[in-house]
Structures are given as C-alpha cells and as structure tokens.
C-alpha cells in the first residue's frame, strides 16, 4: 500500500543476467555524444527518501529513465519512472513509484513547478542515470523558452528528451518522429543537453511496436495505478 503520509518510492527488479552480459562497447556504441559522459546520481530535494527494494546491479553504461506524473483527487501525485539499461529502453532494470500528498496548483507557463516534485520523489538517488525520457516538451519554441524538460535538464544535470503526443504552435523546431507500423500521426521530440536530431534518433529507435515508446506507456500506466511494479 502506497504511504499517504510521506513521499515514498518503490522499485522492483526485472532481470540481472541480461545485464551482466552486456558489454559495454554495445552499449556505448549506439549512443550519441552526449549520453556518454560521466553519470551523475539526483540529489534529495524531496522530503522523503525514496527507497529500492530487490535492485539489481547497476548497468555498465549507466541508466536511462523514462518518467510521467498522475495528478490524483486527493491533491496530491504519483510518479513513476522505468528504468532501463540501454538507451532504447529494451533491457529493463526496475520500476519506481513515488506519491507526494500535495502538489502546487497549476499556474499557466509554471507547469515545471507542479511537475519537478514529484519527478523529484521519484528519482532521487538512482545512481548512475544518464538520460531522462519525458512525456512533453523540453523547451517550448526555437528561441529555447524553456519547457518541463530543460528545468528538468537543470534540476537533474543530465539530457532530457521531450516526447509530446501533441502539437504545441509555438514549438515549431519540434523534431517529428513517426512511430508504429500503422500510425501516421507523428510524437513531437525537443530535448535539453543533447541535440534534437540525436534524440530523435532516439525515440524511434526505442522499444515498442506502438505510437508511444514502451517505457513511456508503461510509466503512465504505474502512474495511473493501472500496472503493478515488475519483478518481486
């Protein structure tokens, strides 16, 4: 049962044999410059600690995480991130879900607000994560007004990339991505400390068969209290 009181986090393990065997040319190979520099672990700005249960070791190419937030009716939010140990998000290490029992209201142009909290609940003291995968913009127009994503890119010091579902008018440098064998409606890629065309490079490239990218939908849904954590 999630703790109502305070900020709490849950992870589970999916596998440790997959990524024992990994070599780290294969893992290093296929990354854009960016992603190779040194890992960096989020410092605790959250009032709680959030806490790994059965955590397998840390991939030798650092971490990937993709994340989402879940406004709940009791004013509070649930975070959740999976986290990968490969860019393309196919060799899932572990699950996390964090709740915070409020949440600032939504100001216009201030979403970041609202938003870093939790995020923050969620991945504080993942060590070694290297690359964050949202859901939204990493900044909002070609001048650089920043989105969700480049305040994430400053509060975690590592590359973010924005995933939009939808258009944002002013977003035109926007890198359209399309995805999924049958869908012709393209996902909206910006990002923050890596370029955008690596990034989009990216998210095609990331695992799924669908529109939306695996890990993304598999972070909404633990978000949304739809899926349980893996592993255990």
Known sequence: ML????????????????????????IEGRLPEALRRPAKVP????????????????????????ADVHYLPSGGARAAAVVAADADFRVLLADRIAQVPEVRAYQP???????????????????GMRL????????????????????????????VIGVAKTAFAAATHAVPVIRGGRSTRPLYVTAAGMPRQDAADLVRRMAGRYRLP???RRADALARGRLPLSGG
């Open 109 to 127: 142009g201030r979403f970041y607000l609202r938003e870093l909290p939790p995020l923050h609940a969620v991945l504080d003291g993942l060590a």
């Open 214 to 216: 695996d890990a993304l």
């Open 132 to 159: 964050l995968v949202i859901d939204g913009y990493a900044d909002l127009d070609p001048a650089g007004r920043p989105g969700l994503g480049a305040h994430a890119h400053a509060e975690f010091g590592v590359p």
């Open 43 to 66: 410092s605790r700005r959250s009032s709680g600690h959030p806490v790994e249960m059965c955590a397998g070791r840390p991939a030798v190419g650092g971490m990937f995480a993709a």
């Open 3 to 26: 703790d109502h009181g305070r900020n709490a986090a849950w992870a589970r393990d999916y596998s440790h044999g997959h990524v024992r065997s990994m070599r780290r040319a294969a």
